[in-house]
């Protein structure tokens, strides 16, 4: 889902600036005579503060089938349990994919690095348009390195996949923050008339388990909100599996219980609006992979004037309703941050 917390580049494209212009007249004292030149006018720019929020989600029933056709009036959004005026709706398809494939080359990971290798390039070759979406590739153990920056490439990208070795720490935190941080808060823009508007989307494939990052949980995903960045997880743990019969690993009954690890990587997703995923094979993944295209591509945007606070930088919670429909489920990002008095002041489209 593309998320951004106020002032939004697409918002700016589509609904114009949030200062308001006014014009002064300064009349004179007397009507001037008639070889006097005229009066200039002059401009005033007043800024207005808006707590502009936009969100992009998805619909799903209770199939989990995308459900893309609802409109403005279907949705209720709920800003810290207080509703809100929905003032901008769209519906987003078919938007430019920006990813970010994170690959955990830690020593925990060791056994199951050809995994990884093989769950990261089935992705990329299922998801990536040529000619309209690019990826690049981390790897982190003791500390995130880009081994591939953005490209349209899907050649040059596995490539470098297929070098990956395991060794190291796990710092899973630091790799999500530096990944927003450098390459997704500003990815390659498209060409068009609305360049900026593009879907950040993080793929991360790791057993969860950090154990060496400077930065936190929160701060990670902190940063990925404040980016619009969606994270899907692959977890490569197989402690949550066990069979009643080894010998039958494909047709065998399996037992499910997620691992601390897989509890962080369900809700890194979770927070930002996209699905955990708990795969045994590879195999597992083929359809996953095809939901996950699906929903990026399908999606809807909402954008309002949050009334509960003022400029103050704090974390607010975000719920998105369709109360006619009460089998569909919303995926979205759990809430967002303010923006801060500061930050307003900028002008549009300055680095936060």
Not at 34 to 45: C, D, F, L, N
Not at 48 to 68: A, G, H, I, S, Y
Not at 77 to 87: C, E, G, K, W
Not at 96 to 123: C, H, V, W, Y
Request: proline content about 5%.
């Amino acid at each position: 889902m593309r998320l951004r917390v106020f002032g939004f580049l697409q918002a700016i494209a589509v609904f114009g600036s949030a200062s308001l212009w006014a014009q002064q007249a300064n009349p004179p004292a007397s009507p001037a005579p008639a070889s006097q030149e005229p009066v200039q006018k002059s401009q005033t720019v007043i800024p207005v503060q808006v707590n502009l929020v936009d969100v992009l989600f998805t619909v799903l029933d209770r199939r989990n089938k995308l459900v893309p056709s609802l409109e403005k009036q279907d949705f209720k959004v709920l800003d810290d349990n207080v509703s809100q005026d929905i003032r901008y709706f769209s519906r987003q398809s078919d938007l430019p994919l920006r990813i970010g494939m994170l690959l955990d080359t830690s020593n925990s990971i060791r056994d199951r690095i050809k995994f990884e290798q093989d769950a990261a390039n089935n992705f990329l070759f299922s998801v990536l348009r040529r000619g309209k979406d690019e990826a690049f590739v981390m790897t982190f153990d003791d500390e995130p390195q880009v081994v591939q920056a953005f490209t349209p490439d899907t050649g040059k990208l596995r490539d470098q996949i297929l070098r990956t070795r395991a060794g190291g720490g796990t710092a899973v935190y630091d790799a999500i923050y530096q990944a927003c941080v450098q390459e997704l808060s500003h990815p390659p823009r498209p060409p068009g008339d609305q360049p900026d508007v593009v879907r950040r989307v993080m793929i991360l494939i790791s057993d969860g388990e950090d154990n060496l990052s400077t930065h936190t949980r929160s701060e990670a995903i902190e940063m990925a909100q404040r980016s619009s960045v969606v994270i899907y997880t692959i977890s490569t743990s197989t402690q949550w599996v066990t069979l009643d019969d080894p010998g039958k690993e494909r047709t065998g009954n399996r037992k499910y219980h997620l691992t601390d690890g897989d509890k962080i990587l369900q809700a890194l997703a979770e927070e930002t609006g996209g699905r955990a995923f708990y795969p045994y094979h590879v195999d597992d993944l083929d359809q996953s992979f095809q939901d996950i295209g699906d929903e990026l591509r399908n999606q809807y945007s909402i954008a309002y004037n949050a009334s509960t606070h003022s400029l103050d930088g704090r974390y607010h919670k975000i719920r998105i309703e369709v109360p006619e429909h009460k089998g569909y489920q919303v995926r979205a990002r759990k809430g967002y941050f303010a923006r801060t008095n500061v930050e307003a002041a900028k002008p549009a489209g300055s680095v936060k």
